[in-house]
């Protein structure tokens, strides 16, 4: 379990919390063990979050993916990066986390967020009460801002270069205990 | 016909005079003259005001000099400049052979320090705050604790080797002493961080601190202060200090939130009487501080808690010329006090009876930087096993280097009684000595420091809707993803205090349709208006292609290409909803977007927000409205051409830019003591108004 760098207490810890998310007793989840979490149900990106974890077109996620996602999570140690100069970059490194966000938002893995799909995101966050148009204003100028090759869509690039101000490697790290 | 009138003006002209000379005849002294002192001096019935204006007067003066010497307040923070000219005046006053006014402790505590507090609190950065919140309190209650028994502990020890003079300093007295000298001043740390700009992190570290550490200087002071008077310390009155302390802390929380739901309770209200808004604002918080101060409860708490609690709801409410008059009043009463503070430091140093001690002051100097480093270092070890993001050696420095002493030592160490505390000028002397050192010497050196070792500055960043829509979806993600875990960590509590707080609480404090609205929505027609605003001012009447601000270059390549029948169907529409209207579709001049002289009652801004919500519902061929705005529709028509074009250009999907306007205007913030355009409090207001969880 290298590659997640969780320790050895933490990965006991998750897998104990895995197991008792498995209903089925079967070694792996499935997409309703996660709808019964409550957290996730009341969560407006519930279904992306919980479609993140699943690989392309499977429909169970083993415990070694289940950490593997979670991974991204961790919170970034300024001592790690002279540990294991040959495996790469760790998977809860700022740009992963970034790659991670960004494919919740890109749904058809074009590595470009269309108009679409950002409206499809803020309908989510913003509820039933406002207008398409209204949305389609915001996403508009989201787009515009973001936008600097003038491709009408926010590629990988361009959405690290906005969030290069924001605190990125405190707002995606969750303390996982020891 | 002229003459008529130059024999009224002549009339009138005699008729003002006599009533001239009546009225300084009625208020001079009756005295048994034979004529009419025409002109007599009374200078006993102004006196008050009158030295209260100009001493006003004379630090606005100040400050305006300073900025004329930029050599200078490069160099020298102003607060420093300001002691200087204390020191100078009261020279002066003491070469003609008065004794200069010394810093009166409830004119300091009453007048002078409210508004700052309550500057700091209503525009306090939010989100950074209750992220490091935890440490924060740590740095403030067990940093100070650790401080004031240290330096109490020692200097005790110390005054019993000197023998002499000192012998006669007891234990309570040095704990007293330490625990006025230890806590670091929110005003000083304001004067000298505002001009550093480190980032905001450090910012929010040091100066929460200075905040929150008024409830343990406040407990420690009345409990010394008592113990000294009864003379006898007994356990169960440690113990009772302890529950004090949380009493004050909380006790003061309690007071200024009450007071803050009150507030935001009128202010949904008050749409009928937009006038005597912000003076609900003010009122409120100053009756919180002095209804803590009543009990003796923490009055710095109570004003934070009160600005914090109402301002959400408040800025929801009000209109948009109150919520600019309360920041600027704000910033005006805070700026004033500050420099007020300042020079009366000065002069009552000039003033005070000094008793110098050399070892006293030298060890309470010393004294107090050894205690705050090993403290910042001591508490940072523990604080980081807990803290995601840890805190570096250059962060500790910082955090220990910024611990200023400030005016609220000088004015408690004022207040002792000379009964109980026959030292108590040898302590004034040495405090004064602190303030000097601290903000002398290390507010002028900490800015060549932050540069030398490369601390962080603050990111100027620009109100950004892509931040804003990021942050809040990495917000719901990392819920999310803790809630997979089964980790209840504060996001978790915070999630529910916000759906708690959606669901009730803005229901009742803010008025109409906008308690429904989402956060992200009211950021974005906010960040519309400002720039629509900034666009205004900035005056670009026939640079529609932003020629003359910071756009990035495409931005201004893109210029108006709206094809000749759409611009006949906007004028069209235009004519039949405007009612005074001038065609000038191109140029969006001041004249165009400015309401008309009569106006003024109507709240015509928070038309405006309304009208452009509903303007960009609309789409121009057809006016189709949605089925939630329906019942927002106001009745005055008058939609901003600024705004129905933005309209336009939700119509050219696909990939023709038809309208776009300068959108990245830089925000001029407002600076409260210094001129230099550095992103200060208000550009941090303004994200943090939107980010409040």
């Known amino acids: 379990m290298k590659e997640t760098g969780f320790s050895h207490s933490q990965i006991t810890r998750l897998y104990s919390h895995f197991h008792s998310l498995d209903k089925g007793e079967n070694g792996a989840l499935s997409r309703e063990d996660f709808q019964r979490i409550p957290e996730l149900a009341i969560n407006p990106l519930g279904d992306r979050i919980i479609n993140a974890f699943f690989p392309e077109g499977e429909d169970q996620v083993n415990f070694r993916g289940f950490m593997r996602t979670l991974a991204h999570f961790r919170p970034v140690e300024d001592n790690e990066k002279n540990k294991d100069p040959t495996s790469g970059e760790p998977l809860n490194s700022r740009a992963n986390k970034l790659l991670f966000a960004f494919r919740l938002y890109d749904l058809d893995r074009d590595d470009k967020i269309s108009r679409d799909e950002l409206l499809q995101v803020l309908r989510m966050m913003v509820g039933v009460n406002i207008s398409d148009e209204q949305l389609g204003s915001i996403a508009d100028r989201t787009i515009q801002e973001a936008d600097t090759n003038g491709d009408m869509s926010i590629s990988f690039s361009e959405f690290t270069k906005v969030l290069e101000k924001v605190d990125v490697e405190q707002k995606m790290s969750i303390r996982f205990l020891h | ?693």
Not at chain 2, 438 to 447: A, P
Not at chain 2, 655 to 683: I, M, N, W, Y
């Open chain 2, 1 to 693: 016909m002229l003459k008529m009138r130059m024999r009224m003006k002549m009339l009138l002209l005699l008729g003002w005079c006599c009533g001239l000379v009546c009225a300084g005849q009625n208020r001079s002294d009756p005295r048994g003259q034979t004529g009419f002192p025409v002109l007599s001096i009374n200078y006993d019935y102004v006196q008050m005001p009158f030295e209260v204006s100009l001493w006003i007067l004379l630090a606005s003066l100040m400050k305006l000099g300073f900025h004329l010497l930029p050599v200078l307040s490069g160099v020298v923070p102003e607060s420093c400049l300001l002691i200087v000219v204390g020191l100078l005046v009261g020279g002066l006053i003491r070469v003609m052979g008065k004794n200069p006014p010394v810093l009166d402790s409830q004119l300091f505590f009453l007048c002078l320090l409210p508004p700052i507090i309550l500057d700091a609190g209503y525009f306090l950065p939010i989100r950074p705050f209750t992220e490091n919140a935890g440490t924060i309190l740590t740095f403030a209650v067990l940093g100070t604790l650790w401080n004031v028994f240290f330096m109490g502990a020692v200097l005790y020890g110390a005054c019993r080797l000197e023998a002499g003079r000192l012998a006669s300093v007891d234990l309570l007295s040095c704990l007293l002493f330490g625990s006025i000298v230890s806590a670091v001043d929110p005003v000083a740390v304001l004067a000298v961080f505002e001009e550093i700009h480190i980032n905001e992190l450090l910012h929010i570290l040091v100066f929460g601190e200075s905040l929150l550490n008024d409830a343990v200087t406040v407990v420690l002071y009345h409990l010394f202060e008592e113990f000294a008077h009864a003379g006898e310390v007994t356990v169960g009155d440690v113990f009772l200090g302890v529950v004090c302390f949380f009493v004050v802390a909380l006790g003061g929380v309690m007071v200024g939130g009450v007071y803050g739901v009150l507030a935001a309770f009128t202010s949904r209200f008050t749409s009928h009487t937009r006038v005597i808004e912000p003076l609900f604002v003010f009122l409120y918080s100053y009756m919180a501080y002095l209804s803590a101060e009543v009990f003796h409860l923490s009055g710095i708490m109570a004003l934070i808690a009160c600005g914090v609690v109402m301002r959400p709801y408040v800025e929801a409410n009000i209109s948009h010329k109150s919520y600019t008059t309360i920041k600027y009043f704000l910033k005006m009463w805070s700026s004033v006090s500050e420099t007020l503070i300042f020079i009366f430091l000065g002069v009552s140093t000039v003033a005070g009876p000094h008793t110098w001690n050399w070892t006293f002051v030298s060890i309470t100097i010393v004294l107090c930087l050894v205690s705050r480093v090993l403290g910042v270092v001591g508490l940072t070890y523990i604080i980081n096993k807990y803290r995601m993001v840890k805190l570096s050696g250059k962060d500790q420095f910082i955090v220990a280097y910024g611990g200023l002493r400030g005016a609220i030592a000088f004015s408690l160490a004022f207040l002792l009684s000379s009964d109980d505390f026959p030292m108590k000028d040898m302590f004034l002397t040495a405090i004064i000595t602190v303030i000097f050192f601290t903000v002398f010497v290390q507010g002028m050196t900490i800015r060549p420091l932050v540069d030398l070792l490369a601390v962080k500055k603050k990111k100027q960043s620009k109100c950004s809707i892509n931040e804003e829509i990021h942050t809040q979806f990495l917000e719901h993600l990392l819920a999310g993803i803790e809630g997979v875990c089964g980790h209840y960590g504060h996001r978790h509590w915070r999630h529910k205090l916000d759906r708690f707080n959606k669901r009730y609480i803005k229901r009742c404090l803010i008025r109409g349709e906008r308690s429904q609205e989402p956060q992200l929505i009211s950021f974005y027609n906010k960040m519309e208006l400002k720039q629509a605003l900034m666009l205004l001012e900035s005056n670009s009447s026939a640079n529609l292609s932003a020629g003359d601000t910071a756009a990035p270059q495409q931005r201004s390549r893109k210029t108006l290409n709206i094809s000749k029948e759409r611009e006949e169907e906007i004028r069209k529409i235009l004519r039949a909803n405007l009612q005074k209207t001038r065609q000038r579709l191109r140029s969006y001049s001041r004249h165009t977007l400015m309401p008309d002289a009569e106006d003024e009652d109507e709240d015509w801004s928070e038309t405006r927000i309304r009208k452009q919500r509903r303007m960009s519902f609309m789409t121009l061929p057809a006016l189709r409205e949605s089925p939630a705005v329906r019942g927002s529709r106001v009745e005055s028509d008058r939609p901003s051409v600024l705004f129905t074009l933005a309209d336009e250009r939700l119509e050219s999907r696909g990939h023709k830019p038809s309208v776009t306007f300068c959108l990245d205007v830089e925000e001029k913030p407002l600076p409260r003591c210094v001129s230099d355009p550095g992103a200060d409090q208000l550009l941090e207001e303004d994200e943090s108004l939107h980010q409040r969880h």
